[in-house]
T-cell receptor
Framework: DSGVTQTPKHLITATGQRVTLRCSPRSGDLSVYWYQQSLDQGLQFLIQYYNGEERAKGNILERFSAQQFPDLHSELNLSSLELGDSALYFC???????????????FGPGTRLTVL | SQQGEEDPQALSIQEGENATMNCSYKTSINNLQWYRQNSGRGLVHLILIRSNEREKHSGRLRVTLDTSKKSSSLLITASRAADTASYFCATASPVPPFGSARQLTFGSGTQLTVLP
């Protein structure tokens, strides 16, 4: 158990819908990362938040957005869903102390999204 | 595109044998990490090697890093059936302008099967 929790475990929805995925980082971790894992694209970095602020953006679509709340939990919002959005969505967290060059990321169990 | 590319894509060995997986990357890095993923589950951090290190050990794992060749290898000795999983290398690169932010870029993974 990594200490990172994600809800829900599974989500089945229809095209055009909107869903919210939730992540709670490990206690004390200020940084949250979102990743998408699909068969054709592999594991792709989407976005990072650090202490409530967006820190880095990867291959995140404009239909997707995220935020990190004062209690450090994060939500990933996916809208106007398409069949191709079906994937495993992972959240990870890390401490990322200031000035440190070395950060291990701890991954949650993932949310499996199926868009029908 | 993927920063790290693992080789081979799939590896099948007998229990007790050693398994070697290789990873190549393209840009300069702060560190390189190896993760393991059991089918459909979250990723588990195995080992991190810093850019100024050449070799690191952790239990039955041995990781090497050659920054001149931009490559790394993961050796699992005396493999067990429970080692069956996908193994990913991930490179950590700085994300300007925040020095403490790190984006992990994952390779496509090696699927290891250890036969009993």
């Amino acid at each position: 158990d990594s200490g990172v929790t994600q809800t829900p475990k599974h989500l089945i929805t229809a095209t055009g819908q909107r869903v919210t995925l939730r992540c709670s980082p490990r206690s004390g971790d200020l940084s949250v990362y979102w990743y998408q894992q699909s068969l054709d694209q592999g594991l792709q970095f989407l976005i990072q938040y650090y202490n409530g602020e967006e820190r880095a953006k990867g291959n995140i679509l404009e239909r997707f957005s995220a935020q990190q709340f004062p209690d450090l939990h994060s939500e990933l919002n996916l809208s106007s869903l398409e069949l191709g959005d079906s994937a495993l969505y992972f959240c990870a967290s890390s401490v990322v102390p200031s000035g440190s060059a070395y950060n291990e990321q701890f991954f949650g169990p993932g949310t499996r999204l199926t868009v029908l | 595109s993927q920063q790290g590319e693992e080789d081979p894509q799939a590896l099948s060995i007998q229990e007790g044998e050693n398994a070697t997986m290789n990873c190549s990357y393209k840009t300069s890095i702060n560190n390189l990490q190896w993760y393991r993923q059991n089918s459909g589950r979250g990723l588990v951090h195995l080992i991190l090697i810093r850019s100024n290190e050449r070799e690191k050990h952790s239990g039955r794992l041995r990781v090497t890093l050659d920054t001149s060749k931009k490559s790394s290898s993961l050796l699992i000795t005396a493999s067990r059936a429970a080692d069956t999983a996908s193994y990913f290398c991930a490179t950590a690169s700085p994300v300007p302008p925040f020095g403490s932010a790190r984006q992990l870029t994952f390779g496509s993974g090696t699927q290891l099967t250890v036969l009993p």
